[in-house]
């Protein structure tokens, strides 16, 4: 990958929950970790992604068909719409159809931007930050696309631009912590403590992810740390996992602890990639999961903020 520029798939401004103040968050391309119930799957792949909504498409199988250069699209089995062969797409760079249509059923989640071309982008966002805000790294994930992202933060850091990421720190260690010297706040999440699990949720074990936390908190590093759990019903909130979890929060030197419950805010994506989503079975983490989750935390030492309710 050409490291003076980078995959983005979203730019959102006027963010509040993604670090102090009013923020920019910019969501890159790219994950190590395959989550279950990740919530922007469009955000995986360090490639575009073709999106098809259903519900916008209108004029038939015509102009995007015709428009196709290797022959993917084709009616719907069923009902009004189209059908793509995916497999036909993989590594189509034309993208003839979604310019075929007009109607927007059709569209590409991804851009590529040179450093230079994000950083007007933040600094024209600067004047809405206030005292507080700053730059977000999400994704995705920007451990996937390091030089770019470091590229970034470092920029931001020499203006004086306040950093923030959101990160599962599945990196190389010193990789990770030459980017996390332009970090001034960071969320990190702990998804499970038994590495079994970890693998069964995300497909990697979290050996990599514990080191990388304690060799930030052990390095000097000036800045805030958040841990935070996505609390997924039957997979993490039992006994065991939050007071392993409780416990490994207080060996880092840490007391507060963000825990997120699991919402279905993403399925619709799934269906727009044609792919599959493991969880379309799974409920959201209902109130009551959750206050038994922040109980189980405060009885181990531990603040625990639920959701948006963050300290800052």
Same mark, same amino acid.
């Given at each position: 990958m050409d490291e003076t520029r980078g995959l983005v798939f979203d730019i959102q401004g006027f963010s509040v929950h993604d670090g102090p103040g009013c923020r920019t968050l910019v969501f890159l391309s790219g994950c190590p970790l395959r989550c279950a119930w990740c919530s922007n799957p469009e955000g995986l792949l360090t490639k575009p992604r073709l999106l098809y909504r259903r519900s916008r498409c209108g004029c038939g199988v015509g102009r995007c068909a015709q428009a196709c250069p290797r022959g993917a699209i084709g009616p719907a089995a069923s009902g009004p719409g189209i059908e793509i062969a995916r497999s036909r797409c993989a590594g189509c760079t034309d993208l003839a159809c979604v310019r075929a249509c007009y109607r927007e059923a059709l569209a590409v989640c991804g851009n590529w931007l040179t450093k230079d071309g994000l950083m007007r982008v933040l600094r024209r966002d600067r004047a809405c930050w206030g005292q507080d805000g700053g730059v977000t790294l999400g994704g995705g994930d920007p451990l996937a696309q390091m030089g770019f992202s470091r590229e970034i933060l470092a920029a931001c850091s020499a203006e004086g631009i306040h950093?923030?990421?959101?990160?599962?720190?599945?990196?190389?260690?010193?990789?990770?912590l030459a980017l996390m010297r332009h970090v001034r706040w960071a969320f990190i999440d702990l998804k499970h403590m038994d590495p079994a699990r970890h693998v069964q949720g995300t497909g990697r074990d979290n050996c990599l992810i514990l080191k990388n936390i304690r060799a930030l908190l052990a390095s000097g590093w000036p800045g805030t740390l958040m841990l935070r759990m996505p609390v997924i019903p039957g997979y993490n909130d039992d006994g065991e996992n939050?007071?392993?979890?409780?416990?490994?929060?207080?060996?880092?030197?840490?007391?507060?602890?963000?825990?997120?419950?699991?919402?279905?805010?993403?399925?619709?994506?799934?269906?727009?990639?044609?792919?599959?989503?493991?969880?379309?079975? @799974? +409920?959201? /983490?209902? %109130?009551?999961?959750?206050?038994? $989750?922040? @109980? +189980?935390? /405060?009885? %181990?030492?531990?603040?625990?903020? $639920?959701?948006?309710?963050?300290?800052?």
């Open positions: 950093t923030a990421v959101e990160t599962c720190a599945h990196a190389p260690t010193g990789e990770f939050l007071a392993r979890t409780a416990e490994f929060v207080k060996s880092a030197g840490l007391r507060e602890l963000n825990a997120l419950p699991f919402h279905r805010l993403g399925e619709s994506k799934y269906g727009q990639l044609g792919a599959p989503w493991g969880l379309s079975g @799974q +409920a959201s /983490a209902s %109130a009551e999961v959750m206050a038994a $989750v922040r @109980q +189980a935390f /405060a009885a %181990a030492g531990i603040e625990c903020y $639920v959701g948006h309710d963050t300290p800052f």
